[in-house]
C-alpha cells in the first residue's frame, strides 16, 4: 500500500490532463486521416489518462480518510474524472461514434478549472464525512454529470437534425438516430432532477444556506429550469428540437450552478482552511 501510495502521490493533474488532450488531438484527427490506429491513439491516451486520474482521486482520498470531494477542486477532479469514464464506455461501445470531440472538450475544461484553483489557493474543505453530507455531495454531482450528458446529446441531436436537413454539415461526424438521441435525453433528464433534489434538500438541511448566496439562488434558478424541463418532457408530444434547446439551458445552468465557489466568491471560499495540503 505504501509503494502504490507513493507512486500515486507523484501523479499531477498534468498528467492525467495532457493524456485527455492526446486524446483529443486524435480524435479531431480522425476526420482528416479517419484510419484505425488513430482511433486506438485516441483510446489508449484516455485509458492511460483514466488511470492516472484515479490513482489521482485513490491519493487524495486514501490520505484524508474520505471520498475526495470535499471542496470545489475535488469535486472538479471527480466530475471529469466521471465524464472521462463516460468517453470511453461510448467509444468502446460503439468505435464509429463521434464522441471525443463532445465529451473530452467538457473533461479537459473541468481538469482546467481545477488547475487553475489550485494555482489560485485551494478550497477549504467542507463536512465530507458523514454519511449524509458525502450524499449531500456525490447526488450533487453526479445528478451534475447526468445533466452534462443530457446537454451533450441535446447538442447531438441538433447537429444530426442539420445533417439530416442540409446534407453536407458535419458529414463525417457519426451520430446515433434522432430517436436513440431523443431517449438518451429524456433518461438523462429524468435521472438528473431526483438526483439535484436530493442534493439541494440536503444542502439546505445541512448546512443552512443563506437565499442571498449568489451560489445557492443560482442552484435553485436552476433546479426550478431542470423541473420545468422534466415537466415538459413527460408530455410525449414534446420533443425534438425545441427539448434539445431548453435542455442545453437547463444544462448551463446547472453548470454555472455546479461553478458558483470561483465565479461568484461565495461563503465556501472563505471557510477556514484545514491544513491538508494539495496534492
Given at each position: 500500500?505504501k509503494?502504490?501510495?507513493?507512486?500515486?502521490?507523484?501523479?499531477?493533474?498534468?498528467?492525467?490532463g495532457?493524456?485527455y488532450?492526446i486524446?483529443?488531438?486524435?480524435?479531431?484527427?480522425?476526420?482528416?486521416?479517419?484510419?484505425?490506429?488513430?482511433?486506438?491513439?485516441?483510446?489508449?491516451?484516455?485509458?492511460?489518462?483514466?488511470?492516472?486520474?484515479?490513482?489521482?482521486?485513490?491519493?487524495?482520498?486514501?490520505?484524508?480518510?474520505?471520498?475526495?470531494?470535499?471542496?470545489?477542486?475535488?469535486?472538479?477532479?471527480?466530475?471529469?474524472?466521471?465524464?472521462?469514464?463516460?468517453?470511453?464506455?461510448?467509444?468502446?461501445?460503439?468505435?464509429?461514434?463521434?464522441?471525443?470531440?463532445?465529451?473530452?472538450?467538457?473533461?479537459l475544461?473541468?481538469?482546467?478549472?481545477?488547475?487553475?484553483?489550485?494555482?489560485?489557493?485551494?478550497?477549504?474543505?467542507?463536512?465530507?464525512?458523514?454519511?449524509?453530507?458525502?450524499?449531500?455531495?456525490?447526488?450533487?454531482?453526479?445528478?451534475t454529470?447526468?445533466?452534462?450528458?443530457a446537454?451533450?446529446?441535446?447538442?447531438?441531436?441538433?447537429?444530426?437534425?442539420?445533417?439530416?436537413?442540409?446534407?453536407?454539415v458535419?458529414?463525417?461526424?457519426?451520430?446515433?438516430?434522432?430517436?436513440?438521441l431523443?431517449?438518451?435525453?429524456?433518461?438523462?433528464?429524468?435521472?438528473?432532477w431526483?438526483?439535484?433534489?436530493?442534493?439541494?434538500?440536503?444542502?439546505?438541511?445541512?448546512?443552512?444556506?443563506?437565499?442571498?448566496?449568489?451560489?445557492?439562488?443560482t442552484?435553485?434558478?436552476?433546479?426550478?429550469?431542470?423541473?420545468?424541463?422534466?415537466?415538459?418532457?413527460?408530455?410525449?408530444?414534446?420533443?425534438?428540437?425545441?427539448?434539445?434547446?431548453?435542455?442545453?439551458?437547463?444544462g448551463?445552468?446547472?453548470?454555472?450552478?455546479?461553478?458558483g465557489?470561483?465565479?461568484?466568491?461565495?461563503?465556501?471560499?472563505?471557510?477556514?482552511?484545514?491544513?491538508?495540503?494539495?496534492s
Open positions: 500500500h509503494s502504490a501510495m507513493d507512486f500515486a502521490s507523484r501523479i499531477s493533474i498534468l498528467c492525467f495532457a493524456s488532450a486524446s483529443m488531438g486524435a480524435e479531431l484527427l480522425r476526420f482528416l486521416w479517419p484510419h484505425r490506429w488513430v482511433r486506438w491513439i485516441a483510446t489508449s491516451a484516455a485509458l492511460a489518462g483514466l488511470f492516472a486520474h484515479s490513482l489521482f482521486l485513490l491519493h487524495r482520498g486514501w490520505i484524508a480518510q474520505r471520498i475526495p470531494i470535499a471542496n470545489q477542486f475535488e469535486s472538479l477532479i471527480f466530475v471529469s474524472w466521471l465524464m472521462a469514464m463516460v468517453y470511453l464506455y461510448l467509444i468502446i461501445r460503439d468505435r464509429r461514434l463521434s464522441a471525443g470531440i463532445f465529451v473530452l472538450p467538457v473533461t475544461s473541468l481538469v482546467g478549472m481545477a488547475a487553475f484553483i489550485t494555482q489560485n489557493g485551494d478550497i477549504a474543505d467542507e463536512d465530507g464525512t458523514s454519511v449524509l453530507s458525502a450524499t449531500h455531495g456525490l447526488t450533487l454531482l453526479v445528478g454529470v447526468v445533466m452534462v450528458i446537454t451533450v446529446v441535446a447538442i447531438m441531436y441538433l447537429i444530426k437534425l442539420r445533417q439530416l436537413r442540409l446534407g453536407t458535419f458529414s463525417r461526424v457519426r451520430l446515433p438516430a434522432l430517436e436513440r431523443d431517449r438518451m435525453n429524456l433518461a438523462a433528464v429524468y435521472l438528473a431526483p438526483l439535484l433534489t436530493i442534493g439541494l434538500g440536503l444542502g439546505f438541511m445541512l448546512r443552512h444556506l443563506r437565499v442571498d448566496d449568489p451560489k445557492v439562488i442552484t435553485l434558478v436552476a433546479w426550478l429550469i431542470l423541473t420545468g424541463l422534466a415537466h415538459y418532457r413527460y408530455q410525449p408530444e414534446h420533443r425534438g428540437q425545441r427539448v434539445a434547446i431548453l435542455t442545453i439551458i437547463a448551463i445552468a446547472v453548470l454555472v450552478s455546479f461553478l465557489d470561483p465565479i461568484f466568491g461565495t461563503a465556501h471560499l472563505q471557510s477556514p482552511p484545514t491544513g491538508e495540503g494539495r
